[in-house]
């Protein structure tokens, strides 16, 4: 990749994209980056490094150098790229730390922020790799917000809300017509940051209301044992199952058995399995203490709750299992709603917007 210098035209942008991971599947962070790649490489040349990833490959047109977690390889990887780039966007804070302006040969680079890292307590280790970046690329308004004042002055900051990595609606639209069913697709870390431990504990009032219920929860992550703990210790532990985690390639059987989506988290700066939620045409139930308030339309395409308030959540999450044609129509409003604003057309359109300037400097 090198840029395209002509007497009198302006250079092409050529964009290293500098990433943890580009593999499906691993977390959130790196799904927005590989809706950033996909979505630049129809109009510039991209170049990727993934830190984490082991053994080269392709998306689509992009080529990715890999590391296998060798952190030092990859910071001089990030530099020698550099060289022949002309902007770079990091995926996160945290990769940002690896830009390095070698004399006279400085490159100007845009940073992803998704929430946590810039909330309140931010790491300083982050902020000075935010601070230093010519462009801010926020996942949603709320984390924007939320930041309150931590992100600089001076620095462009844009809000950019993310997408799922199709345009087009599944075969099967709307709550399955089987057992009533809850289901949470979520990492289980040591927070317990999306709910799992709030669905388990109200799970006997809901099954006490809602005999044949099952709770299904999809996905892996650090803490799943203890996931699995207390299931084993709820007196309806029959009605609760727990899969671990599933490949991106065999996850839709599992959506196709839900009735609602319920993720009622608080760390959330975006949330884009509420939006995989929405184009399968289930109501989703967030909270009301993180980003899934801003995605899913209270009232309209499902519900909000207080993460504290457990009657209010076993009470929408009885109303929808118990009312089908409840759960459809929300369901169809949220369907529409990722239509109208969530499609990956739609990113890309924004993503453009967002980096129009920032690509002329």
């Known amino acids: ?200 504990e109200v799970w006997p009032d809901v099954v006490s209301a809602v005999p044949n219920a099952k709770l299904l929860l999809v996905g892996g992550g650090s803490s799943l044992g203890r996931v699995r703990d207390l299931s084993m210790a709820s007196a309806v532990r029959s009605s609760i199952e727990i899969t671990g985690f599933i490949p991106e390639d065999a996850i839709d059987a599992y959506w196709q058995r839900a009735t609602v989506f319920a993720m009622p988290g608080y760390t959330e700066g975006f949330g884009v399995v509420y939006i995989e939620a929405m184009r399968r045409g289930l109501p989703v139930i967030a909270s009301t203490e993180d980003a899934g308030q801003e995605i899913n339309a209270d009232g309209i395409t499902g519900f909000n709750v207080p993460c504290k308030d457990k009657r209010r959540l076993t009470e929408v999450l009885v109303t929808l299992l118990r009312d089908r044609d409840l759960a459809r129509s929300l369901g169809y409003a949220g369907h529409l709603r990722w239509k109208e604003q969530y499609t990956f057309s739609a990113f890309e359109s924004r993503l453009g917007d967002a980096v129009k300037r920032f690509l002329t400097t």
């Open 1 to 200: 990749m090198a840029p395209i210098n002509i007497p009198g035209l302006p250079v092409k942008p050529c964009i290293l994209l500098s990433t943890q991971s580009l593999i499906p599947g691993n977390g959130g962070i790196c799904t927005v980056a590989r809706l950033t790649g996909s979505a630049l490489a129809r109009h510039y040349q991209v170049e990727a490094l993934a830190c984490q990833d082991t053994l080269d490959y392709w998306i689509g047109r992009i080529p990715v150098q890999t590391f296998s977690d060798r952190r030092l390889a990859f910071v001089l990887a990030n530099l020698a790229v550099m060289q022949r780039a002309t902007h770079v966007i990091y995926d996160f804070a945290g990769t940002a730390r690896a830009h390095f302006n070698a004399p006279f040969r400085r490159r100007p680079y845009a940073v992803w922020v998704h929430g946590l890292e810039v909330w309140k307590g931010a790491p300083l280790k982050y902020m000075r790799a935010i601070y230093g970046a010519d462009l801010i690329i926020a996942n949603s308004a709320y984390t924007v917000a939320r930041a309150n004042g931590l992100l600089p002055n001076g620095v462009e900051i844009i809000a950019c809300p993310l997408s799922t990595p199709e345009d087009h609606s599944p075969a099967k639209i709307g709550p399955s017509e089987g057992p009533p069913t809850v289901m949470l697709l979520g990492r289980a870390d040591e927070l317990f940051a999306k709910g799992h431990d709030l669905l388990i």
